[in-house]
């Protein structure tokens, strides 16, 4: 079974600086693989997703991720963030069978001035 | 801008009450899903629908269960709440049951006394 492993529970990070987020991803093939963000009190909401093609994707806000089936990665970046993007960042996969998405345990990322 | 809507927001009640969570979503979309997030932010599919069928029925307490009345209806109903289902009960969609990006409602916050 497919699976996804954030290494990071939390990250913190000053504004303007820029970021990484982690994922590790377990399956057998080529998967679909996606980052969610969850705001404080609201439900998650698509930054990006990948499926099979250019490994660099681009999100909303700045935010891109790049697919390397050789490190079985997906690893978020944002080049300067803001203090808006202090949330949770979940990373996703899934394959074309499955059904709904199997998720990650989150990376809580602080933004302070 | 939401599409996926939940009701209610918040839900307080005892041990032993039957509640019951609304979710209807107005993409157009054939799937429907309630997922589970815990106080550590853990995501874990509950329940798939694709056009008013049951497809997947991860393992849960017998005491939930999804109802619909048509594709854009998912509802959710615990018959007999127990503390631990304290928690934010998460509704999304998809286009059908092959298509993995989710669109998540804001979500249902249950709290068990």
């Known amino acids: 079974a497919q699976s996804v492993t954030q290494p990071d529970a939390r990250v913190t990070v000053s504004e303007g600086a820029s970021l990484q987020l982690r994922c590790k991803y377990s399956?057998?093939?080529?998967?679909?693989l996606f980052w969610y963000v969850q705001y404080p009190r609201q439900g998650l909401q698509l930054l990006l997703k990948y499926y099979p093609g250019d490994p660099v994707v681009q999100g909303v806000n700045g935010f891109e991720a790049e697919f390397s089936k050789s490190n079985s990665s997906f690893h978020l970046r944002k080049a300067s963030v803001h203090w808006s993007d202090w949330a949770v960042y979940f990373c996703?996969?899934?394959?074309?069978?499955?059904?709904?998405?199997?998720f990650g345990l989150g990376t809580r990322v602080s933004v302070f001035p | 801008e939401t599409a996926v809507f939940q009701t209610p927001n918040y839900h307080v009640t005892q041990v032993g009450n039957e509640v019951s969570f609304n979710c209807k979503q107005t993409?157009?979309?054939?799937?429907m899903y309630w997922y589970k997030q815990d106080s550590k932010k853990l995501l874990k599919i509950m329940f798939s629908y694709n056009n008013k069928q049951l497809i997947v029925n991860e393992t849960v307490p017998r005491r939930f269960s999804p109802q619909s009345s048509d594709k854009a209806h998912l509802n959710l109903r615990i018959k007999s709440v127990e503390p631990e289902d304290s928690a934010v009960y998460l509704c999304?969609?998809?286009?059908?049951?092959?298509?993995?990006?989710?669109?998540f409602g804001a979500g249902t916050r249950l709290s068990v006394l």
């Open positions: 399956y057998f093939g080529t998967p679909y």
């Open positions: 999304a969609s998809s286009w059908d049951s092959s298509q993995n990006t989710l669109y």
């Open positions: 996703a996969v899934s394959d074309n069978y499955a059904q709904g998405l199997t």
């Open positions: 993409l157009g979309h054939d799937t």
